[in-house]
């Protein structure tokens, strides 16, 4: 009688375990459905597709996976050793949007997918396998409304990109104004040092980009900074315009006219 309780005992425990997990099971398979759903429409572009799969309950966050079995024993399997931890960063469906978009001009209805997701709480500041952030593939693709849609929803403006640089110092080099205006009305640092030691201020004024110039000192950037080589901004236009002088002395236009304006801008603003 004692051996035949245990096992009534031990068959009740693996039928409530059966139940249990097929619950879990049903739950895990629908939002895995419900995510593939949304990153596949995603990719192919449709943007009714995403947002009837968020409606349905699709995680903004969803990561790129393989499509979800059918099979019980499989779902088990792939639930106890999930392989997409072997990815430190699989692509959330709003890289996968921007992604896609930044291969080619970002129309309406990326705009349009990237913003549900964004409103249905997917991560601003997720990353992919080569350490891009949303931020990041916006502004290279050149969109101040995208950029402006992610900054208010929580991206981090003073995040670096992989090669080192920062948003502020890619808008120094070949942004505008605007695009300076905006990272800066979003809480990005003015005076943020990059790996090699170097403020945006500098980036734009090596690279003789006046209109950014102004907008620095507009915005109070640090004239006093220093950079690596011991040069504030004014005495680093002052080195370069020497030595541009030097190695173009054979052109018969004025080589250091550029130099001699910013270098007068900067005195102006109390560089030293």
Not at 30 to 47: E, H, P, S, V
Not at 167 to 185: F, K, M, Q, V, Y
Request: with cysteine.
């Amino acid at each position: 009688m004692g051996s035949l309780r245990i096992a009534r005992v031990a068959l009740l425990c693996i039928v409530l375990l059966l139940i249990a997990l097929g619950g879990q099971i049903y739950l895990i398979t629908r939002q895995g459905r419900l995510d593939f759903a949304l990153i596949t429409a995603i990719q192919k572009d449709d943007t009714p597709g995403a947002i009837a799969a968020l409606k349905e309950g699709a995680d903004a966050n969803a990561v790129v996976k393989r499509k979800p079995s059918h099979s019980f024993w499989k779902i088990l399997l792939d639930r106890w050793f999930d392989r997409s931890h072997r990815d430190p960063h699989p692509p959330t469906a709003l890289l996968v949007a921007l992604g896609d978009a930044s291969a080619s001009e970002i129309n309406k209805d990326d705009a349009k997918i990237i913003n549900v997701l964004l409103e249905h709480g997917a991560n601003p500041n997720a990353m992919d396998t080569e350490g891009y952030r949303p931020l990041q593939l916006a502004q290279e693709s050149g969109r101040l409304d995208i950029m402006r849609m992610l900054l208010d929803h929580g991206a981090n403006p003073d995040v670096s990109y992989p090669y080192g640089l920062n948003a502020l110092d890619r808008a120094a080099l070949w942004g505008d104004p605007n695009e300076i205006e905006l990272l800066l009305s979003r809480g990005a640092n003015i005076n943020i040092r990059d790996q090699e030691g170097k403020t945006p201020l500098m980036y734009a004024v090596e690279n003789q980009r006046e209109e950014n110039i102004r907008s620095f000192i507009a915005h109070h950037a640090d004239l006093q900074i220093k950079d690596p080589q011991g040069h504030t901004v004014l005495t680093r236009a002052q080195k370069d315009l020497a030595a541009n002088i030097i190695t173009s002395n054979h052109h018969t236009e004025d080589p250091g006219d550029v130099w001699r304006q910013i270098i007068l801008m900067l005195k102006k603003a109390g560089a030293e």
